[in-house]
């Protein structure tokens, strides 16, 4: 069975700090592949990366990265000079095989303050 | 951009009637997703089918709820009868990969209230 643990429910910065929010992953697959999702307060799921389980290069977006590592079976994302329009829901996700389906974690609600 | 439409956005509706939402997948995707979020559950997979065909519909409560796939462009989730319980928002995704490696793209939900 896949699980997805995002165990911090709540963050709260202050505008321009760095953050990062955590993802830890279960799965007995060998392929497999992590996703980010941004639920923003309007309340739709905006796609903001995929990785599969054979690239662990770490990707960089703008003020978005990614670190993956099969180690510790953590995809970690962390926005750098937050800003306000960053608050949302963040939900990191697993899909494997040829299944498609998304297993979610709970969620990590981001808070950015002026 | 291509984007997946789900209607209605809102639907409000007394316990026992049916509900009826739809979706139609970004066009040329062959995979349809219907997932469910409430607080409590946060996000669950209810059903999801490839070429119209059903693959899974193991998170869906047989009694109440079916989904189905009348052609390419229409996916449908219902619920006869809806109770209270069903109150959450139901996010239609598709993709057009065969296998998991391509990210689902999502609509904007139907957000749904059982009195």
């Known amino acids: 069975a896949q699980k997805v643990t995002q165990a911090q429910t709540e963050i709260s910065v202050v505008e321009k700090e760095d953050v990062t929010l955590d993802c830890v992953y279960e799965?007995?697959?060998?392929?497999?592949?992590l996703f980010w999702y941004k639920q923003p307060p309007s309340g739709e799921l905006v796609f903001l990366i995929r990785?599969?389980?054979?690239?662990?290069q770490n990707e960089i977006s703008g003020r978005y990265s990614w670190n993956f590592q099969k180690s510790t079976s953590s995809f970690n994302f962390t926005i750098t000079a937050s800003q306000v329009v960053d608050s949302a829901v963040y939900f990191c996700?697993?899909?494997?095989?040829?299944?498609?389906?998304?297993?979610f974690g709970t969620g990590t609600r981001l808070q950015v303050t002026l | 951009d291509a984007r997946v439409t789900q209607t209605p956005r809102h639907k409000v509706t007394e316990m026992g009637q049916e509900v009826t939402m739809r979706c139609q997948p970004i066009?040329?995707?062959?995979?349809v997703f219907w997932y469910r979020q409430t607080m409590m559950q946060g996000l669950e997979l209810l059903a999801y089918?490839?070429?119209?065909?059903?693959?899974?519909d193991s998170g869906m409560p047989k009694d109440r709820f079916s989904a189905e796939m009348p052609d390419a462009t229409l996916a449908t989730l219902k619920i006869q009868p809806s109770e209270p319980r069903d109150s959450a928002v139901y996010f239609c995704?598709?993709?057009?990969?065969?296998?998991?490696?391509?990210?689902?793209?999502f609509g904007d939900g139907t957000r749904l209230s059982i009195l």
């Open positions: 995704a598709s993709t057009g990969a065969a296998d998991s490696d391509q990210p689902q793209h």
């Open positions: 990785r599969n389980s054979f690239d662990e």
């Open positions: 799965t007995r697959d060998t392929t497999y592949y």
């Open positions: 089918f490839r070429n119209r065909a059903p693959l899974d």
């Open positions: 066009l040329g995707h062959n995979t």
């Open positions: 996700a697993l899909s494997t095989g040829t299944a498609s389906k998304l297993t």
